[in-house]
């Protein structure tokens, strides 16, 4: 895996790159929709939630003086990560018919190509974060420099999902609808409108098992709450989106031979 994606590492630049130029086609705006679109997101949750609704974020954290505006786009903004990817792989094979035609091609390339193109797309939101966090309490957290390291996880674990899906859905056509609707699940089973801390104990330990809840937790403490990682979790996290990574890969290449029988 890591072989293939050194040797084709030009080609994996293009595909993402065509991947972005391709969402912004024919707008005139182009990829400033990028940056415009967290703006004016960030623009009306400030407006609704300072204005129309007056939510508190109940949460033990001594430093926990942000907007609820800014704790619920970062939640968004690493749960789009996620969404964007998941919901264009159950079409990312089926879609590609030429290139599974094509028997030099690697298709193990797309996923890593969408991948790549959501974690682009995700900087300009953690760009206009930061920004408005600095304009509307003064200052930028220092453990801001760890969010790489807190999404790195997320990413691998992210990728396994797309690989797997992906692959499963050459075969399995009804899975793009389950997919749309396990998103939308997904994002209410995760603490991205409400604290983690609000849950009931005893229903805690499903919110754990839902992967999304990490990365938005982690995200908020290094971004918004001046926290830095907790090392041995985020170690148990990387190890476990690397698992991901490698059965998703795995059972792509496992199944991959009879994409073109099928289609």
Known sequence: MIKTCWNFREMIFQLTKNEIVKRYKGSYAGVLWSLLTPLLMLAIYTFVFSFVFTPRWAVNHSQASSSFALVLFCG???FTI????IARSPGLITGNANYVKKIIFPLELLPVS?????????LFGFGVLLAAQFLLQGFIPWTAVFLPAVLLPFILLTMGFCWLISSLAVYLRDIENIVGFALTGLMFMSPVFYPLESIPRKLQWLFFLNPVTYAVEDARNVLLWGNPPNWGIWGLECGAGLL????????FQKIREGFADVM
């Open 114 to 122: 969408i991948v790549g193109c959501a974690v682009f797309n995700s």
């Open 76 to 78: 968004l903004t690493v």
């Open 82 to 85: 996620f969404s964007d990817v």
């Open 244 to 251: 991901v990574l490698l059965l998703g890969y795995m059972w």
